[in-house]
């Protein structure tokens, strides 16, 4: 039984969390039937900027297609919340289970809703993540943890092809809007990058709806608790792909490859996934097996995608939703009440789980297509489309539901009607539990309900605009339950009794089937083989290059940097040496105190006066800066310069002696120095050229004209950080505290060698300097939106102070100081800048704008973007400095 533990957990605390993500699944169903109501036929949409500078808009829209996957993700989407809540009842983890399953729920409403195809992938690459949570949510068992990693895999390489599809999409209609691409796609038909378009955007679908001969992973996902079968396989991520061929079809669906590749690979999917269900043992893993049938039958009536192709792609989109979920929580209900899913095991359950088997009973014959329910008519339908085209997909469509029938039987008959026998497990009594089948029987029965007394209501406002939105130009009549005798009813017909027929002689016909297929290659099998390849040349390759020799690393780019330069060398245009002459003597006397540190870093065998030489470059570079009227990159420069001093200065006692490293031999030092001639050289040259060019003055003109009326701001270089680009800004501080976790898992916790002045006069003065330090960072952070200074440098300041007065006491006593844990503050930091930008979002504009109150205070949300940047630079390298000086315990 899928159980992480049978502790029970403490109900009081985790009751409340788990009722709060239960109303939370059910609030996005609850809003989608008020838009409905508010908004039907026309639809609703929404849109806001997201990314302007590239004209990219945060855009929702909700039509007759979108409608259909959205009203299925959240209403089954709550009914399996509400079977999770009992079927998990005892495990540990059950809140973060809801969680990723509300995130999951909340990610594929995102792609059916998605306006922008950019925005739809992000909402794709989401549903990729949380499923590998939640196939991997088992994460002690190792096939949990296998096929997780094999689904994330295979969907996160499909979903790769697909951005790069949805790229050349956009190019091709110069947009990113959907409903715009789809009104420009008769202009860009004959382009060159359609064919290439229409071939990464199917492998992206086909690797998310696992059609062959990505099929494998679809069954291998049932790894996942019960309730996640339940979802993933009705409702949501398998059927992303089917959404997506459904949106795109209006592009791409008079094109023959369209026809072609849709209608084949649906064809070998179903067929092919249908023999290797009807041989399982596993009821799970024999429906995990159906999906892929429904999956590829989906996929062949997109490929015909004739008016009545569609409408019977909707239909069974529906019928299918319904009832299998109900099957996966039945299932699921079996192997609670037993202990297991083997049919060989499973009889006479009939007696002990009456709601369950009535629940089975009407989702079985839903799937099996028996009349009046769901499941006949959208086989009615699947008929007449094929019956339109040919032949060959009529054959398909009936030797397909011929199984499909069987395999219905089977889920019923056998574990509920069959005989009780003396080895038949032990069953327990589940269903006083009414979480365990009341979602189950309430699915069951709108099969039955829908066609009987909604059928009219679900035709006019769903399935007509369903249709409209994938097929523009197509119209459709009323569906009807009864249509009068017709070959489709006689095909209906014949479809049942072979599906009785064929279950009457399962068991000789199965055993023979399964030892043909298990002959055939199995894709599992071919993709591991194909994985310890992959890892194998991997290792070959990391062997090969990975030396573990930062000197040889170094090197390799250096030398690659050098061939690069050479090669191109030859193409500057000519360099006027003459500008050199006009350099001023203190400039000269800075470049040669340079090259002398340089040399004294060559030379030295000194740790300390390396070090020391290493921070005279810098400080000297710094006066180069204020040189040439660049104050706020100089202070940045100077307080970084420092404090690599301090820090390179605390790792003394870790690094080696210079004397005890080995001397490169001649050949080798020869070769570095040509290395280091030729960067520095051409580097140089590269300079001079540039610098010879006029200068386009365009984006600074921008910038100095637009700093204080639009940015409110008279330090041009902060209103940049922290106004115009501070979303490079916000990026490049969570890069700083992401290496400076990483720096710290690096570093071992407890150092023997703790460094600290042992001095009354050094302690006294370091706490009198440090005050002043923090004080100070303070004042350069609230004027740095005015004058020079600004979060970053006020950070810098205050680090500084901070490390001398860990040097001064001990880093225990730092930490008291700070009150938050070094990265909590920096998270802290991150947050508050977030904050910033949603502000923005909240009020109608793009993330990050920067909005003031000067009416009010002079104060806006650029400084609250700065705090949170002081604050994360404060708690990234303060983490690191802590860690490389923490004592022993």
Excluded at 234 to 245: D, E, H, N, Q, R
Aim: with cysteine; glycine share 8%.
């Amino acid at each position: 039984m899928e159980l992480l533990g049978s502790e029970k957990i403490n109900q009081h605390n985790r009751r409340g969390g788990d009722g709060f993500l239960l109303l939370f699944a059910a609030l996005p169903f609850g809003l989608l039937v008020a838009i409905l109501s508010a908004y039907l036929p026309q639809g609703w949409s929404y849109q806001v900027d997201w990314i302007p500078s590239l004209g990219i808009p945060f855009a929702l829209r909700l039509d007759g297609l979108s409608l259909v996957f959205a009203a299925l993700i959240t209403g089954i989407g709550t009914l399996v919340q509400i079977y999770a809540w009992s079927y998990l009842r005892h495990i540990q983890a059950r809140f973060s289970f809801h969680l990723y399953l509300t995130l999951f729920m909340l990610a594929m409403l995102g792609i059916v809703l998605s306006d922008n195809i950019l925005l739809l992938f992000v909402f794709w690459e989401l549903t990729t993540i949380t499923s590998y949570l939640l196939i991997g949510f088992n994460h002690e068992k190792p096939v949990a943890r296998k096929n997780a990693l094999q689904a994330l895999l295979i969907t996160g390489g499909g979903g790769l092809a697909l951005l790069a599809g949805l790229i050349l999409l956009g190019m091709m209609a110069d947009s990113y809007q959907l409903a715009v691409i789809i009104e420009r796609a008769p202009l860009f038909i004959e382009h060159d990058a359609f064919v290439a378009s229409l071939i990464l955007i199917l492998i992206g679908a086909f690797t998310k709806s696992a059609q062959f001969p990505f099929h494998f992973w679809l069954p291998n996902a049932m790894a996942a608790p019960t309730p996640v079968s339940a979802y993933l396989h009705s409702a949501t991520m398998v059927k992303a792909g089917i959404y997506l061929l459904a949106r795109v079809s209006p592009i791409y669906a008079n094109h023959e490859i369209w026809f072609y590749s849709l209608t084949i690979t649906g064809s070998v999917t179903a067929i092919w996934c249908a023999l290797l269900a009807i041989k399982q043992t596993d009821l799970k893993l024999m429906l995990a097996y159906s999906t892929n049938v429904a999956l590829g039958t989906l996929t062949l009536l997109l490929g015909i995608a004739t008016e009545l192709a569609v409408l019977a792609a909707l239909i069974f989109i529906l019928a299918h939703s319904l009832y299998k979920a109900a099957l996966f929580m039945v299932i699921g209900n079996i192997d609670k009440a037993t202990g297991t899913r083997d049919l060989k095991q499973l009889k006479g359950l009939k007696s002990f789980m009456v709601l369950s088997f009535i629940a089975a009973t009407g989702a079985a014959l839903s799937k099996a297509g028996f009349p009046p329910l769901l499941g006949f008519i959208s086989k009615e339908y699947m008929y007449k489309a094929a019956l339109d085209i040919g032949v060959i997909p009529s054959i398909v469509l009936l030797l397909v539901n011929i199984l499909m029938v069987t395999m219905a039987l089977i889920v019923v008959i056998k574990p509920f009607l069959s005989k009780t026998t003396s080895d038949s497990p032990p069953v327990k009594r589940i269903e006083y539990d009414m979480g365990l089948w009341l979602p189950a029987l309430f699915l069951a029965f709108s099969s039955v309900l829908i066609p009987l007394i909604g059928l009219d209501w679900l035709s006019e406002y769903v399935l007509t605009h369903g249709v409209s939105a994938v097929s523009p130009n197509h119209s459709i009549q009323d569906v009807k339950l009864w249509h009068g005798l017709n070959t489709a009813l006689l095909m209906s017909v014949v479809t049942l009794l072979l599906g009785l027929v064929l279950y009457r002689y399962s068991s000789r016909s199965i055993d023979k089937l399964s030892q043909w297929v298990d002959k055939m290659p199995s894709a599992d099998v071919l993709f591991d083989q194909s994985l310890k390849g992959l890892m194998l040349l991997a290792n070959i390759q990391t062997n090969l290059l990975q030396k573990k020799r930062l000197s040889l690393y170094a090197a390799i780019s250096f030398l690659t940097l050098a061939l690069f330069l050479l090669t191109f060398g030859a193409e500057l245009p000519d360099l006027q040496w003459e500008s050199l002459l006009s350099l001023a003597f203190y400039q000269l006397v800075i470049a040669a105190l340079i090259v002398a540190a340089v040399g004294i870093v060559l030379r030295s065998r000194s740790r300390l006066l390396s070090v020391a030489s290493l921070g005279v470059i810098g400080f000297l570079t710094t006066l180069v800066f204020m040189i040439f009227s660049a104050p706020d990159v100089a202070k940045t420069l100077l307080l970084v310069e420092t404090l690599m001093v301090v820090f390179v200065v605390i790792l003394m006692h870790h690094l080696p002696s210079l004397n005890q490293v080995p001397q490169h031999t001649a050949l080798r030092r020869l070769l570095h120095g040509a290395i280091a001639l030729v960067v520095g050289g051409s580097i140089t040259i590269l300079l001079i050229a540039i610098t010879a060019q006029p200068l386009d003055t365009s984006v600074s003109d921008f910038f100095a004209q637009n700093s204080l009326p639009g940015g409110y701001g008279r330090n041009i270089v902060n209103v940049i950080l922290v106004d115009f680009r501070a979303f490079d800004t916000l990026g490049e501080v969570v890069v700083v505290v992401i290496a400076g976790l990483a720096a710290v898992s690096l570093l071992p916790k407890q150092n023997r060698y703790i460094n600290r002045v042992q001095s009354l006069i050094f302690t006294t003065t370091a706490h009198i300097v440090a005050t002043l330090m923090l004080v100070f960072s303070v004042y350069l952070l609230l004027r740095g939106h005015n004058a020079p200074g600004g979060g970053f440098i006020g950070a810098l300041i205050a680090v500084l102070g901070l490390s001398l007065l860990m040097l001064a006491e001990s880093p225990s006593y730092v930490k008291r100081r700070i009150y938050f844990s070094p990265f909590g503050l920096a998270l802290t930091g991150i947050s508050l800048s977030i904050s910033a930008g949603v502000v923005g979002l909240i009020l109608g504009q793009a993330f990050l704008t920067g909005l003031w109150w000067k009416d009010i205070l002079p104060i806006g949300t650029p400084l609250l973007f700065d705090v949170g940047i002081y604050l994360a630079v404060i708690g990234g390298v303060m983490g690191m400095m802590l860690r490389v000086n923490e004592e022993l315990d």
